[in-house]
């Protein structure tokens, strides 16, 4: 027997010794609270039908925060088939009104700083006709260039979606 073979044998043998001796005895966290990686919910940017009508309404009539308060929507959430939890596996979850689109923030930055002048940061952030004239002017001689890294380090431009910059851990 090689040592890869011994040592799937002894993680079969140590997971099954601890699924049978401890499963028994120990405490399953409620699906309630289960972080989201666990649950596969309904997305906050579909539209549902309103009880007792044909009309579908928006779960958030807006997202993140440029409009106002970041708002919640109830949406419906099921537990993953392979997690084990205490309670209902379906249920409704409290969820921000928030949207990624895919534009990562350290994406347009070394963008803008390594192709700003050709206006490569614009056209990410979905910017066309602003990132055409950027782009004619070569970054405006560059103060256009320099305006833009500006601009994304102090927060004041974001995706022209409206969305929210998409986190790394997603």
Known sequence: MNAENQRNLMVRISAHNFCSDTAKNTFFIGCFNLDEQWLKCQSVTESVNASG???MVELCPYFGTSKGPLLFANVSCRVLPCIECHGARNFMKQMPCKKH??????????YSIFLGPFAVDRFYLGYSAIAVGKLMTLGGLGVWWLADIFLLLSGHLTPADDSEWQPFWQ
């Open 53 to 55: 009508s044909n009309t």
């Open 101 to 110: 689109t895919g534009h990562y923030f350290l994406s347009a930055l070394l």
